[in-house]
């Protein structure tokens, strides 16, 4: 890979760099009115599309995941997909339906460690359907559960063998005569014998019956969807669960803590495998913790986590049972004198995210997004400032504690662009692509280009020592230059790419804002 980014995109689009998106607001579900005040059980915490882009899930802090479904392409009576291959003009913008939600976890309490689990939902997963139900997995800091989402059809009684005349509601057929006699009867049943309390008038008349009708089951017409948890992973990690991944084999998938990872089969909840152990002996040496992990979307042997020291390690699963060696390390050179007492802290890595086609890797540390090319592990064949009049107030972030925060990020399906979040509900797509000057700035709200600033387009170009490295984005966004007239309280941290088109999902406290270009 040669030049400030060249070759980034897939082989049909890596020539010339693409123009621009004009991003326009789509949906948003659980908007604010002005003055409301929002409860912290409503604050999403994890967004996640589903393989083919039709189902959307988010999970709050609540413990809560709520499900949307696609319905546009419903509307034009076939699969979007199928219209684009027969240059189908679609005038309608993507538009997603509320579908269901259910509680995917509950508050716990740890009575050996005194410690309370918060249901806060921190990753989503979409596993391969079947049968028309989905699959997904969801997890909190210490459980991970399977749920399987199934429409199924209303069932009712009916032909029930009861007058319906004399029926009260649901009830018994009560006869309000308050005594009642009856001549005896075969069988000992007394006929003049007062009866002093109500009952059924269910005698029966002479002849008997012509037939007995029972009770039938029919299926209606009417569904309803039926979330149910299949299993439950438990008790496999001592610290806060930060990442679940799929694995491309569509049977296995690992979980990460701070110190381990954990190898599953989907159909085994009793027993998981370490595969990354970085805990050391005496804690005391501990220097750097796992930060996030992702599975390879092709090679199922292949998978990479980062680290708080800004480090991205892939590993072989067919080197060895327990990967303590990897096989490529990924990190950026310090340049020299640029240290100071922030350093390591924003260099932590929050996020990361392998491309559709598996061959760059996406990284999220406090101030930029790095895109690595894992054939090439000398550096970042780009990086993007996202917020770099920030670097001024960092020590105001690190006494409210803002420089902590950790932000998502995303690709695009044909992997030209990414996108991530910042303060003030904003959020940033970068073109990556060779001589793209894409950096576009959107607020999360119905207006996205409100906060939009004109900027002196800057052609990608060689920085440093690092030829292939190519540095945009650093514009002000709406801010002075120590970055005031921001709101750290409001932060953009979950945002997700539709896997096929142009489409971002943003979530902005209890809101979810869509937007489509």
Same mark, same amino acid.
């Given at each position: ?115 309370? +689990? ?76 007062? +009866? ?47 990442? +679940? ?106 996020? +990361? ?165």
């Amino acid at each position: 890979m040669n030049g400030g980014g060249e070759g980034l995109a897939a082989p049909a689009t890596s020539g010339a760099a693409t123009a621009p998106l004009d991003w326009k607001f789509s949906q948003v579900f659980g908007e604010r009115t002005a003055g409301e005040e929002v409860q912290e059980v409503d604050i999403i915490s994890a967004i996640e599309f589903d393989r083919t882009g039709d189902h959307l899930a988010t999970g709050d802090r609540g413990g809560r995941v709520v499900l949307f479904e696609r319905t546009d392409a419903k509307e034009n009576g076939a699969h979007r997909k199928d219209l684009e291959r027969m240059d189908y003009s679609m005038s309608k913008h993507p538009e997603f339906r509320y579908k269901t939600e259910f509680q995917s976890h509950e508050p716990e309490f740890d009575y050996l460690k005194s410690l309370e +689990i918060e249901e806060k939902i921190n990753k989503i997963r979409w596993c391969q359907t079947a049968n028309g139900a989905l699959f997904l997995l969801s997890t909190n800091d210490k459980t991970i559960k399977f749920w399987k989402v199934q429409e199924k059809k209303v069932k009712k009684l009916s032909e029930i063998n009861v007058d319906q005349s004399k029926s009260l509601g649901n009830g018994p057929v009560v006869d309000s005569t308050p005594e009642i006699s009856k001549p005896y009867l075969a069988n000992g049943v007394c006929k003049d014998k007062p +009866i002093s309390f109500p009952s059924n008038d269910s005698s029966i008349p002479s002849g008997g019956f012509p037939s007995l009708r029972m009770p039938v089951v029919v299926t209606s017409p009417e569904t309803s969807l039926l979330a149910r948890c299949r299993r439950v992973y438990a008790h496999a990690h001592d610290y806060h669960i930060n990442s +679940i991944s799929n694995n491309s084999d569509g049977e296995t998938f690992i979980s990460a803590d701070d110190l381990r990872i954990n190898l599953w089969n989907l159909e085994i909840s009793s027993q998981s495998f370490n595969i990354v152990d970085v805990k050391p002996t005496n804690m005391e040496d501990l220097t750097e913790v796992i930060t996030s992990a992702e599975f390879h979307p092709t090679h199922c042997n292949t998978l990479a986590y980062s680290s708080s020291k800004g480090s991205i390690r892939l590993i072989d699963l067919r080197q060895s049972a327990l990967c303590d060696n990897h096989s490529k390390l990924f990190e950026e050179q310090e340049a020299p004198g640029s240290r100071s007492f922030f350093t390591e802290i924003i260099a932590s890595i929050s996020d +990361i995210k392998f491309a559709k086609n598996g061959r760059h890797i996406l990284s999220r540390d406090y101030m930029t997004l790095k895109l690595w090319d894992i054939n090439m592990d000398s550096g970042p064949v780009a990086s993007f400032q996202v917020h770099e009049y920030l670097r001024p107030k960092l020590c105001d972030l690190y006494e409210n504690d803002s420089i902590f925060d950790k932000f998502e990020c995303c690709l695009s399906g044909d992997g030209v662009r990414v996108a991530t979040g910042s303060y003030s509900n904003l959020f940033r797509v970068f073109g990556c692509s060779e001589g793209s000057t894409e950096a576009t700035t959107l607020e999360a709200s119905k207006n996205p280009m409100r906060r939009q600033v004109q900027t002196p387009s800057r052609p990608a170009r060689s920085l440093g020592n690092l030829p292939r490295v190519l540095r945009r984005g650093a514009d002000n966004s709406g801010a002075d230059t120590n970055g005031n007239g921001f709101d750290f309280t409001t932060k953009l941290l979950h945002l997700a790419w539709h896997p096929t088109e142009n489409s971002l999902a943003c979530a902005a406290s209890n809101s979810l804002y869509m937007y489509y270009a």
